[in-house]
T-cell receptor
Framework: DTGVSQDPRHKITKRGQNVTFRCDPISEHNRLYWYRQTLGQGPEFLTYFQNEAQLEKSRLLSDRFSAERPKGSFSTLEIQRTEQGDSAMYLC????????????FGPGTRLTVT | AQSVAQPEDQVNVAEGNPLTVKCTYSVSGNPYLFWYVQYPNRGLQFLLKYITGDNLVKGSYGFEAEFNKSQTSFHLKKPSALVSDSALYFCAVTGAGSYQLTFGKGTKLSVIP
């Protein structure tokens, strides 16, 4: 059973550097989501794709953040000019076509900005 | 705006006793409600959902949840707790037609042998 995979699992970067994360959803899942989770909090929604179209974006997604899903399969999340406040776990989830609504999460990428 | 409240940061229960993890929500229109569990160093796992229909929803690992529209609650329950149920539990909500989940802060469940 191949679940949602994320790469890398951990990333340490210096403030001001750019980072990019990759998410591979479950095969045939047409919806893909990005969330951010900080210590002691629940995940916070960042953005959502249906196939290759980005349909929803949170106000949390500042101009330094950009997400793509060019062929409707894997997705990337890029953070430019990282800040210490960007340190968090970045979670990716996917869900199948139809009205099931449940989302299946990957293991996350832990970002530490020093 | 939609929101979720999990009023207890931690719940302690003895093994074999029933457990309840509380969740209340606020959303426009009909709610779609979810419970997820997070084990240490592992991703969020889907437990159960309420979309429509019977107010008592059954999910994975013997968990169930009761939807109460008048109290805007969706409490997670299990008749007999196991030590292996110890984990962090998150309640989430979205409104009909939206796929943006809003999560609570989580409740840490500790089952004491």
């Amino acid at each position: 059973d191949t679940g949602v995979s994320q790469d890398p699992r951990h990333k340490i970067t210096k403030r001001g550097q750019n980072v990019t994360f990759r998410c591979d959803p479950i095969s045939e899942h047409n919806r893909l989501y990005w969330y951010r989770q900080t210590l002691g909090q629940g995940p916070e929604f960042l953005t959502y794709f249906q196939n290759e179209a980005q349909l929803e974006k949170s106000r949390l997604l500042s101009d330094r953040f950009s997400a793509e899903r060019p062929k409707g399969s894997f997705s990337t999340l890029e953070i430019q000019r990282t800040e210490q406040g960007d340190s968090a776990m970045y979670l990716c989830a996917s869900s199948p076509p139809g009205q099931s609504y449940e989302q299946y999460f990957g293991p996350g990428t832990r970002l530490t900005v020093t | 705006a939609q929101s979720v409240a999990q009023p207890e940061d931690q719940v302690n229960v003895a093994e074999g006793n029933p457990l309840t993890v509380k969740c209340t929500y606020s959303v426009s229109g009909n709610p779609y409600l979810f419970w997820y569990v997070q084990y240490p160093n592992r991703g969020l796992q889907f437990l159960l959902k309420y979309i429509t229909g019977d107010n008592l929803v059954k999910g994975s690992y013997g968990f169930e949840a009761e939807f109460n529209k008048s109290q805007t609650s969706f409490h997670l329950k299990k008749p007999s707790a196991l030590v292996s149920d110890s984990a962090l539990y998150f309640c989430a909500v979205t409104g009909a037609g939206s796929y943006q989940l809003t999560f609570g802060k989580g409740t840490k469940l500790s089952v004491i042998p």
